[in-house]
C-alpha cells in the first residue's frame, strides 16, 4: 500500500490572511509600558522604531490581517510549505500515534524566520524607509532579513554577538551574499558599544548589547528602522501562516491534531503553529493540547516568574508582562542559541496563564538524542532548537504507546541544522555538556524584577 | 496579476520509472575494457563490487526501468522536487527570457545525490548486502549514502579525503548523525592505504586513493560492496527522475525549454536534467538545446580527450572511453569540489561526440558572481557546483537579451551551499583566485592515456 508522505498546497491554496490570536483571547493582553515613566505607551512611542502599518498590527484586535499580495508573491518562493506524516518516526518508536510535521527549513534561509522577515521589510519599505538594523546571535534572523532586504532593496545592517560572529563566520557570509553588512556587537559605530568597549576591549557581547547597538541606530536616523525577530505580537500573527496552512493540510490528511508541540524561545515559531489551534478552540472549535517546548538551561515558562520586565539587558526597550527569569540573567551557552532568550513573548506568556498551553522543559543531550533519531528515520537533520520539538513531539508518542492511544500529534519542525553540525559534533564526541543555569544567579535576576504598579 | 513561482507535482504524479537513454541512442557506448587484460568485460567481472542488478542496469538497453516501490516510498520524502521559474532573475537581468529551474536542494542530503544513493542501498539490501564502501572529497556523495544507510539498515563506511575531512568537520557530522563511519583517507585500515601512509605520512589523499581504499574493502568481503556517486550508467540513469519531473512541471506551465543546461563533474545531474530532453529529440520530439558547463580549472569536455582511460589515479578500476583530461592529472583545489574529476561519465562524453550536446567552461570567480546574482533574486543560495549552471544560464539569458528572444532556458540547480559558505566567504574577501591548472601537467597527463587496440 502506498502512504502519502507529503501533503502540499498549491500557491493558490496559500492562506490570504494572518490570524490575530488577539481578537480571540477571553482576556486583553496586559499594556506595554515606558520604560522611563512605567505609564502604557501608545503608538507614537513606537514610531521612531517600526513603520506604523506594524504598530497597527501590533495593537490590532482584528481577527484577520490581510497579507499584502507583494509578501504573498514572495512567501511563494517557498511557501505553503510541506506537511509531513513521519511514517518513519511511528515505526521507530513503535508507536500507535500518527505524527505529522510542519517543515519550515524549506525557506531560503533554512528557517520559519522569513515568514516575518519578509512583512517587515515590505511594511517598511512602503513607509519609505531605506536602512533596517537588527540584532542576531546564531544568525538565523539576521540571515533571514537580509534575505528581505536583497528582495525589497532595503539597505541592511545586522548587529552580530561578537563570540557568535567569530565563531560563526559561515552565517555571515550567508548575510554578505544577501547584500547585507554584519557587525560584531559590542561595535565603535554606536555610544552604547563605544561605552561597553571602553570598560571592556575584548566584550564577548550578548544579545542584549546588540539590541541596544540596533535600537540606537533606527532612532537616531528618520529612513532608519529597527526590526526584531521574535516576541512581538506582530511577528508572532506573521508566523500563524504556519498553523493555517497546517490546518488545510491536516484536512486533506482527514486528520486534526489532539496535540501540537513547539520549541519556545522568544516564542514565535510556536505561536505559528499553535496559536490558529487554540483560537479555533476560543472559538468553539475542537481542542488540541498546545505543548510548548524549552530549553532546561533557560526556561522561562517553567521557571520564570509572571511578571513586568524589560526586553532587554540595558532597559531601553518598554516593559512588557512576561514569564521572565529576569533581564539580567545570563543563560548559559548551550547550543540551541535560538532559544536564549530571558523572556517570553507577552501574548505566549498570556496563553500560558489563561491556562490555554501547557510547558516542559529538556536538557539539550535529551534534545539532540530526539534530533539523532528523528534524522536516521525522517532524513531531515533538525535544528539544535527544532530539536527540542522533536523531543516534545516524542515524548508525547512514547506516551501514546504506554497508553494504547492512536492520537495525531502534530509538531512544528522550524528548521534544518545544517548550519549547525558542530553542535551535532560535539554531541557524537560526548562533548555535549547539560549546561546548568546558576540558581544563585536566577534568584538574583528575579529579585531584582522592575517593581510596577498594576496599570488600571 | 499572480504569477506562478513553483510547479509542483503531487506524490501520484512521480514517475514510476527512469529513462535509460542507451535506449534511443543511434550508436551504442564502446565496450567498457578489464584493466589488466584490456579485453571487453561481462557483467561477471563487476559482481564483486556491485550487486547484479546494478549491473544489469548499467548494460541495459531498455527504454524505461521500473523504480522499485521501496525506492520511491523513500523518494516521497522530498520528491517530486520543485520547478521554478525564475521570475526576479528575469528582471534582474532584464532578459526577455523565459528561466526555469529544477531545485534538487530540497532533499534531506540538499543534493541530487540521493536519487541514486537510495536505489543503490535498496539493490545492494535486496542482495543480502550488510555494507557499503564508497569514497567522498567535499562529502556531498557520503552524506547522501549515509542518508540512504540509515533508511534500509546497512552499515556505510566512508573514506574521506583527508584534506577535506580535516578541512570540513561538518559533513563527517552529518554523515555520523545518519550512523555511518567516516575515516580519512589514505587510512591504515587498507593495504592501499597503508603503502600511501608508509611513503608519506601526512599524505592529504586524493579521490583516487579514497576510491583504490573503498573498492580493497569491498572485494575483500562477501557482504560488502562498493557504490559510486556518479560516472556510471546506472547512476546517470537514477538521476533521470529530475528531467522526467520537469517535463511533467514544464507542461503545467504550457512551456518546452529551447537550452536546457547542468553543470558537470562526474556528469549524473546534468545527465539526470538533460537525459530525457535529449531522448525525446532523438525519437523524434522537439529538440532542444543541451549545454554541459564545466569548470575552467578542469574541463574535460572542452580540453580532454576521448579516449580509453582508468577512472582512478590507481588504475585499478576497468577502462572506460571518455572525455578525459588523464588519471594522473591533479586538478587545482578550487571550490566545487563536485566537479573536479579528471574523467566525464562515458555516456555524457558518448553524446559529446554524437554531437548531441555543446559544452562550455567558466572560472570559479565567473561562476560565484553569477550564484550570488541568482541568491539575491531568488533567495537559495547555490552550492558552488550549481554556480556553473547558474551561470550557463544567465550567459543564455544574456544572448536572449542581445538577441531580443524570448526563448525558454531550464537548468538544474543541483544543491544548496548551505555547506559551503567558506567559498562564498573568500569570494566577498576577494580571495578567491581563478585556479589555473598546469599546461604542461595536463600534456603530460593526456600523452599518458593507455595505449588501447579499439576493440572489435
Given at each position: 500500500m502506498t502512504l502519502q508522505t507529503k501533503y502540499l498546497l498549491d500557491e493558490s491554496q496559500m492562506p490570504k490572511f494572518w490570524y490575530n490570536i488577539q481578537a480571540d483571547l477571553p482576556k486583553a493582553l496586559p499594556a506595554v509600558l515606558h520604560p522611563g515613566t512605567l505609564q502604557p505607551i501608545g503608538p507614537d512611542d513606537l514610531a521612531p522604531l517600526f513603520p506604523m502599518e506594524l504598530i497597527m498590527q501590533e495593537v490590532s484586535t482584528e481577527r484577520e490581517i490581510e497579507i499584502p499580495e507583494p509578501v504573498r508573491d514572495i512567501y511563494r518562493l517557498w511557501r505553503p510549505a510541506p506537511l509531513y506524516r513521519a511514517h518513519r518516526l511511528e515505526k521507530a518508536l513503535g508507536t500507535p500515534a500518527k505524527i505529522f510535521y510542519k517543515y519550515e527549513g524549506v525557506s531560503p534561509a533554512g528557517s520559519h524566520k522569513p515568514n516575518t522577515a519578509i512583512p517587515q521589510a515590505f511594511y517598511n519599505k512602503q513607509a519609505g524607509v531605506k536602512r533596517l538594523t537588527t540584532e542576531t546571535g546564531a544568525g538565523q534572523w539576521g540571515t533571514s532579513l537580509s534575505f528581505a532586504g536583497s528582495l525589497f532593496d532595503l539597505e541592511v545592517l545586522v548587529f552580530q554577538v561578537r563570540v557568535s560572529y567569530d565563531q560563526k563566520p559561515y552565517r555571515r557570509a550567508v548575510m554578505e551574499t544577501y547584500g547585507a553588512r554584519c557587525l560584531p556587537s559590542p561595535?565603535?559605530?554606536?555610544e552604547y558599544g563605544r561605552s561597553v568597549l571602553a570598560q571592556r576591549p575584548d566584550h564577548p557581547g550578548s544579545l542584549g548589547i546588540a539590541i541596544s547597538e540596533a535600537v540606537e541606530l533606527a532612532v537616531q536616523r528618520e529612513d532608519t528602522k529597527y526590526a526584531l525577530g521574535s516576541v512581538l505580537n506582530h511577528v508572532l500573527m506573521h508566523q500563524t501562516i504556519i498553523g493555517l496552512e497546517a490546518m488545510e493540510q491536516l484536512q486533506m490528511a482527514d486528520a486534526w491534531p489532539d496535540v501540537v508541540v513547539g520549541c519556545t524561545g522568544g516564542g514565535s515559531n510556536f505561536a505559528g503553529i499553535a496559536f490558529p489551534f487554540i483560537g479555533h478552540a476560543l472559538r468553539g472549535g475542537k481542542k488540541s493540547r498546545i505543548v510548548a517546548v524549552e530549553p532546561a538551561a533557560c526556561p522561562s515558562l517553567t521557571r520564570g516568574k509572571y511578571a513586568y520586565d524589560f526586553g532587554d539587558t540595558g532597559h531601553m526597550t518598554p516593559l512588557t508582562k512576561m514569564h521572565t527569569l529576569g533581564s539580567t540573567f545570563t543563560p548559559p551557552?548551550?547550543?540551541?542559541?535560538?532559544?536564549?532568550?530571558?523572556g517570553m513573548a507577552p501574548l505566549v506568556s498570556h496563553c500560558k496563564e489563561l491556562g490555554l498551553l501547557d510547558a516542559v522543559a529538556y536538557t539539550q543531550g535529551q534534545c539532540f538524542e530526539a534530533g539523532v533519531t528523528f534524522a536516521r528515520a525522517e532524513g531531515i537533520v533538525p535544528a539544535p532548537e527544532a530539536n527540542h520539538a522533536v523531543k516534545g513531539a516524542i515524548e508525547e508518542a512514547l506516551r501514546c504507546k504506554r497508553e494504547g492511544k492512536s492520537e495525531t500529534i502534530l509538531f512544528n519542525l522550524?528548521?534544518?541544522g545544517h548550519f549547525d553540525m558542530a553542535a551535532y559534533q560535539k554531541y557524537f564526541a560526548g562533548e555535549l555538556k547539560d549546561e546548568q543555569y546558576d540558581e544563585k544567579e536566577l534568584a538574583m535576576a528575579l529579585s531584582g524584577l522592575p517593581s510596577v504598579p498594576e496599570p488600571a
Open positions: 561595535s565603535n559605530q554606536t551557552g548551550f547550543h540551541a542559541g535560538g532559544l536564549r532568550y530571558h522550524c528548521g534544518h
